[in-house]
C-alpha cells in the first residue's frame, strides 16, 4: 500500500508543479495595465481602465488615439485579431496545420490578401497614415508583452506582426461572416425551381403574410395554395436525408430600433443596438472610450470596437448615436457558365475566353508547402457544389468599393442627415444602419455599396454569357433607400422596404419577421420612452411567433388522443407554460420541438432531393412557415408526405417523434426545461486541445433563456454579441453589456469581467466607470 501512496505523491507532487509552471508562463504573458511605457508614439497617451477593464484613450490627436487603441487591442486580443486575418486571407493551416487546409483551399479562392493589398494603395494619405499608426500601436503592443500570447504557446507557434493590409482583411473576414452562403442560396434556389412546377416554387419560396413590419409600411400578399396536386417529387416515399434541418432562422442577425425625441424625457433621440454573432471566448467586441483634441476641439467617441481595426464600430459621440444589423439582402450572384468542349473556356459577350488559372502556395504548420490552383473568370471565381455544373460567382466583397475606412466620419458626424448622405460611401458587408441624434431625429438607409443589376431573376443562376444580364456598376448615394421624419424606427434582419426599393436590393435569406414585428409591437406600446424601456425590449423573450402553433397542438391533443397515448402529463406542460423562452419552461420546449419535427415531416422529400443534387434545405433563401400554416389551413390529402394516411396521422407522429426525442435525449420530460435545451457553449477555440485544463477557458455551461424569433435571441453559441442603448448628449443614462470580457487572457481580471452581468441581463452603464487603471504610453527620447 505504501509504494501506492508513493506513486500517489508523485502524481500530486508532479501535477501541482505543471500547474504552477503553466501558471508563471500565463502570468508572463500578461499586459501590464499600470505604469509608463516608452513607445514609438508622437505624443503622449493615457490608457485608462475601470474595474471592469473597460479601456478609456486620452490622446493629442486621432493619430495617436488610433495607436493608442492598436496596442491595448494587441495587449489583450491579438489572437483573435490573427484569426481574423488568416481566416479571410486563407491562411490558418499555417497556425493550425492539416486540420485547417481544407478551410484555406475555400477561402483563398476569394483571394483576399491581394485585395486587402490593393485596397491599401487606394487609401487616401490621411486614413493611410491613421491605418499605419494604428499598425504599428498593435506591433508595439505586442513586442510589450514579456511573453507572446499563451495561444501561440500552446500551437508552438509565432505571431507574426500585424500589417496595414491586415485591418482591410478584418473588414472582408466580416463578408464572410454576415454574408457567407456565397452562392449555395442561389443553387439551391435553382435545383428547386428546376425540379418543381412553377406555381409550386412560387408557393414553397414566399415571404411570410403574416409576420411582416417593413419600415415603409408595404406588404407582400401571400402565394395561395395552387390548385394543381401536389408535385411527386415532394411525395417520393423513397427518398431519405442525412441532414433534414430546414431553414427556420437564419443565425446571422441582430436587432436595432431607435426612438425620436419627441418620446423622450430629454429630448434626445435613443438607439437600442444587439448585434447577433458567434458567441466565443473572447467576443467580438472590445468596449473603448477614445478621447482626442483636433482644431482646439475636444472630440469623445463612445462604445464598441473591433479588434484588428482602429474605428468605433458603433456607438455614440455625444451628437449623434449608431448601429447595424446585418440588411440579409442580395449582394451575390450565380453566373451559369457555357463552356467550350474541351472545358478550357467559357462564353462572355465577347466570345470565348480562357478561364483563368491562378497558382497560390499555402503553408502549412510542421508541413511542407502546398500549392492550389484557383480557376477564374471575368465575372468571379469558378466555383461547384458536388457534382453541379461550373458556376462563377459575383459578389460584391470582390470590387474596390467594398471596403474602405470611411465609418470613422461617424465619429465626427453631427446629424442624422449627415449620416444617411455618408452611408452609401463606407465600404463594409451592407447593414441596416439606424442613427439617432441629440436633436431628437432618427433615421435608417443600407449603409455599403448597392450593386446596379440587370437580371432576370435574383434569386437563381443566370447565364452572363449574351450581355443582357450582368452587373452594371452601382447605385449612386442618392438612388440608394433611406428613411427619417419617422418617431419610431426597426430592424431585425427582415425585409424592410418594398416595391422599387425592395428590387434593388432583393432577398439574401430574411428573417422569417416574426422578430422584428414583435419589436415593431413594443415601441407602438410605449408612449413614452427611456433607455430602460428600450433595454426591456431587447430582453423580451415572449414566444408570440409559436402562439398559433401552441394553439395547433392543444387541437391535437383532445380527450381521445391524450388518453389513449398517456399524453396527460405533455398536455398539462403546454397549458400551464409555453409562453416564453425561459430556461424553467418545459412547454415552450415541447411546442417547439412539435412545430420543428412537423416541418421536417412533411418538407423531408424536399431536403432529400436538394441534398442529393448538392444543395441543402436551409440554404432556401425562405423559410417554410408560411406554406406549411396554409398546408395545415387546407389539409388537402395529396398533400400529404409519403408514410401518412390523413393529417391527423401526420400531426399525432410530430407530436410522437418530438416527445420521444427529448425524452431519450434529456431523460424525460420535466427535464427538458428550456435551459436544458439552450445551454451555453461559449468556449475559447483552443480549449479542446487542452487537456483537464481546457474547460477552465470556456465560460460557464449556463442555461439561458431566450430563443430565434423573439427579440431575445439566444442559442448555446449564437445571440446578442452585445446589449447597446444609448441618446446621443445623454450618455450616462445608457446601456452597454457584453458577453465574455474585453480580455483574451485567462489570467486578467476582465477575461469574465462582463459575462454574468451579461447572462443576468444586467445593464451595465454605457460610459466608462471610475479609474482603477492607467498606463502611460511615452514617445520615445
Not at 479571410?88 to 481544407?102: I, K, P, V
Not at 504557446?153 to 464572410?176: K, T
Not at 451579461?758 to 466608462?768: C, I, K, Q, R, Y
Amino acid at each position: 500500500m505504501n509504494w501506492w501512496k508513493w506513486l500517489l505523491s508523485v502524481l500530486v507532487l508532479l501535477l501541482t508543479l505543471s500547474a504552477a509552471a503553466i501558471y508563471s508562463l500565463l502570468y508572463l504573458s500578461l499586459p501590464d495595465y499600470n505604469g509608463t511605457l516608452s513607445s514609438s508614439i508622437n505624443n503622449t497617451a493615457r490608457l485608462e481602465r475601470d474595474a471592469l477593464g473597460y479601456l478609456s484613450v486620452h490622446a493629442a490627436n486621432r493619430n495617436d488615439a488610433a495607436f493608442a487603441l492598436g496596442f491595448a487591442h494587441a495587449q489583450e486580443r491579438f489572437f483573435q485579431m490573427d484569426i481574423l486575418r488568416r481566416n479571410a486571407a486563407g491562411e490558418l493551416a499555417e497556425l493550425f496545420g492539416e486540420r485547417a487546409l481544407n478551410a484555406d483551399k475555400n477561402l483563398r479562392k476569394h483571394r483576399f490578401r491581394q485585395r486587402a493589398r490593393q485596397a491599401l494603395a487606394a487609401l487616401p494619405e490621411p486614413e493611410h497614415r491613421l491605418l499605419s499608426d494604428y499598425s504599428r500601436g498593435v506591433n508595439e503592443g505586442l513586442s510589450a508583452l514579456s511573453l507572446k500570447p499563451f495561444e501561440y504557446l500552446l500551437l508552438g507557434q509565432r505571431p507574426a506582426s500585424w500589417q496595414d493590409e491586415d485591418s482591410f482583411l478584418v473588414i472582408y473576414s466580416m463578408y464572410l461572416d454576415l454574408q457567407s452562403r456565397l452562392g449555395r442560396d442561389d443553387y439551391a434556389m435553382t435545383v428547386l425551381k428546376q425540379a418543381l412546377p412553377g406555381d409550386w416554387y412560387q408557393f414553397l419560396q414566399q415571404h411570410s403574410d403574416v409576420w411582416q413590419a417593413a419600415l415603409d409600411g408595404s406588404r407582400i400578399e401571400p402565394v395561395n395554395l395552387p390548385e394543381s396536386d401536389y408535385p411527386s417529387l415532394l411525395r417520393q416515399p423513397d427518398m431519405a436525408c442525412n441532414n433534414c434541418l430546414l431553414m427556420d432562422s437564419a443565425d446571422i442577425g441582430s436587432n436595432n430600433f431607435a426612438v425620436a425625441g419627441s418620446l423622450t424625457s430629454h429630448g434626445s433621440a435613443i438607439l437600442a443596438d444587439d448585434m447577433h454573432l458567434g458567441i466565443r471566448v473572447p467576443g467580438t467586441w472590445y468596449k473603448a472610450q477614445l478621447n482626442w483634441r483636433e482644431n482646439g476641439n475636444m472630440h469623445t467617441v463612445t462604445g464598441l470596437t473591433l479588434p484588428g481595426a482602429p474605428a468605433v464600430v458603433a456607438g455614440s459621440n455625444g451628437a449623434l448615436a449608431w448601429g447595424f444589423t446585418n440588411s440579409t439582402a442580395d449582394w451575390h450572384d450565380l453566373v451559369a457558365l457555357t463552356l467550350s468542349e474541351d472545358g478550357k473556356r467559357y462564353l462572355t459577350p465577347d466570345g470565348y475566353k480562357p478561364l483563368i488559372n491562378l497558382y497560390e502556395t499555402i503553408k502549412i504548420a510542421g508541413q511542407a508547402d502546398q500549392t492550389i490552383e484557383l480557376t477564374e473568370t471575368q465575372w468571379g471565381p469558378v466555383v461547384q457544389f458536388g457534382d453541379s455544373p461550373l458556376y462563377a460567382l459575383r459578389w460584391v466583397a470582390y470590387d474596390d468599393i467594398a471596403v474602405n475606412f470611411r465609418l470613422m466620419q461617424l465619429e465626427q458626424t453631427q446629424t442624422v442627415d449627415q449620416a444617411l448622405q455618408l452611408a452609401p460611401k463606407v465600404g463594409v458587408p451592407a447593414q441596416n444602419l439606424l442613427v439617432a441624434d441629440s436633436r431628437g431625429d432618427i433615421g435608417w438607409s443600407i449603409i455599403g455599396p448597392i450593386p446596379k443589376r440587370q437580371l432576370n431573376d435574383f434569386d437563381t443562376a443566370q447565364d452572363w454569357s449574351d450581355g443582357s444580364q450582368g452587373w452594371l456598376g452601382y447605385y449612386s448615394p442618392e438612388q440608394q433607400p433611406q428613411l427619417s421624419g419617422s418617431e419610431r424606427l426597426w430592424t431585425a434582419n427582415a425585409r424592410m422596404i418594398g416595391g422599387e426599393a425592395y428590387q434593388l436590393i432583393g432577398n439574401g435569406g430574411y428573417d422569417l419577421g416574426a422578430r422584428g414585428w414583435q419589436i415593431h409591437q413594443g415601441l407602438n406600446a410605449l408612449q413614452h420612452a427611456d433607455e430602460q424601456a428600450l433595454h426591456q425590449i431587447q430582453l423580451d423573450n415572449r414566444a408570440l411567433m409559436l402562439q398559433r402553433w401552441r394553439d395547433l397542438l392543444l387541437e391535437v391533443l383532445d380527450s381521445e388522443t391524450v388518453e389513449q397515448h398517456q399524453l396527460q402529463s405533455y398536455r398539462q406542460y403546454i397549458v400551464s407554460s409555453s409562453q416564453r423562452a425561459a430556461v424553467d419552461d418545459v412547454g415552450y420546449s415541447l411546442v417547439r420541438a412539435f412545430r420543428l419535427q412537423l416541418l421536417q415531416l412533411q418538407f423531408a422529400p424536399l431536403s432529400a432531393y436538394l441534398e442529393q443534387h448538392g444543395a441543402r434545405s436551409q440554404d432556401l433563401k425562405y423559410p417554410l412557415e408560411a406554406p406549411m400554416w396554409q398546408l395545415l389551413q387546407h389539409r388537402r390529402p395529396d398533400t400529404l408526405p409519403p408514410g401518412f394516411s390523413d393529417w391527423p396521422a401526420l400531426l399525432l407522429a410530430a407530436v410522437l417523434q418530438s416527445k420521444t426525442e427529448l425524452e431519450q435525449q434529456y431523460g424525460s420530460l420535466a427535464q427538458s426545461h428550456w435551459g436544458a435545451l439552450n445551454e451555453a457553449r461559449i468556449q475559447h477555440p483552443l480549449a479542446s486541445a487542452i487537456p483537464l485544463l481546457g474547460d477552465w477557458l470556456n465560460m460557464p455551461a449556463t442555461p439561458m433563456n431566450g430563443d430565434r424569433h423573439m427579440p431575445r435571441v439566444q442559442l448555446p453559441g449564437f445571440g446578442q454579441s452585445e446589449r447597446m442603448v444609448v441618446a446621443p448628449g445623454q450618455e450616462q443614462l445608457g446601456i452597454l453589456t457584453i458577453p465574455a470580457g474585453q480580455s483574451g487572457h485567462p489570467l486578467s481580471p476582465f477575461y469574465r469581467a462582463d459575462h454574468q452581468y451579461w447572462l443576468n441581463e444586467v445593464a451595465l452603464p454605457f460610459l466608462p466607470g471610475e479609474k482603477k487603471y492607467q498606463l502611460l504610453l511615452t514617445p520615445q527620447g
